[in-house]
């Protein structure tokens, strides 16, 4: 069975610094991974995907991800955190059954942004 | 644009009441799943549901019923609600056309059970 580790449950950086969120996934075949962001008292929010190609993905809120398959990583990063930026971060890992989107999520890591 | 409507955002049970929790969504999505979101364990997956009539059972489904009648509705049942069951639930849907798109959730609804 697929799984998802994050092994950061709370990082703080300061507005304006680089952040890098971990995220490493346990699948045996070619992963569908993603990034998903939480607001407090929200939802989730899609902030990137990866499906297969270009191993270093876009996504919005000028958030990005690198595919390693060799170190089995998906981790996220951001040249300059915006204190907007804080809340909680979700990687997750999927596949596809012919049927259905099944996604297993990691713990989370919750980002706190100092001024 | 509503998307996935949960409701209610708050509940209060006590130990062995029955409530449904409801979610509905307005994008024609034929996958429709519930989470429950506990801190320290992510989301876990309750039930899912890949269109109008089917139904199966996700990683955490024991305590918990669910039925498709609607594409639009996938409610979540508590028969017989217990403390272990306080959490954050949420609903969330998608296409389940080619690769897994990618989910869109509710904005969940916080529950204590007593």
């Known amino acids: 069975a697929q799984s998802v580790t994050q092994p950061d449950i709370h990082i703080t950086v300061s507005e304006g610094a680089s952040l890098e969120l971990r995220c490493n996934y346990s699948y045996g075949a070619t992963p569908y991974l993603f990034w998903y962001v939480q607001s407090p008292g929200q939802g989730l929010q899609l902030l990137l995907k990866y499906f297969s190609g270009d191993t270093l993905v876009q996504g919005i809120k000028g958030f990005e991800a690198e595919f390693k398959r060799s170190q089995s990583s998906f981790n996220l990063r951001k040249p300059s955190v915006h204190w907007s930026d804080a809340a909680e971060y979700f990687c997750?890992?999927?596949?596809?059954?012919?049927?259905?989107?099944?996604?297993?999520f990691g713990t989370g890591t919750r980002l706190q942004v100092t001024l | 644009n509503a998307g996935v409507t949960q409701t209610p955002k708050f509940q209060v049970l006590k130990t062995g009441q029955s409530m449904t929790l409801q979610c509905a969504q307005d994008?024609?999505?034929?996958?429709m799943s519930w989470y429950r979101q506990d801190p320290g364990m992510g989301l876990r997956l309750i039930h899912y549901?890949?269109?109008?009539?089917?139904?199966d059972q996700g990683e955490v489904p024991n305590g918990y019923n669910v039925s498709r009648s609607t594409t639009e509705d996938f409610p979540l049942r508590l028969l017989s609600a217990a403390p272990s069951q306080t959490s954050v639930y949420f609903c969330a849907s998608s296409t389940t056309e080619g690769h897994p798109e990618k989910l869109f959730f509710g904005s969940g609804t916080q529950l204590s059970v007593l």
């Open positions: 997750a890992v999927g596949f596809n059954t012919g049927t259905a989107s099944k996604l297993t």
């Open positions: 549901s890949v269109g109008a009539g089917i139904t």
């Open positions: 994008m024609n999505h034929e996958y």
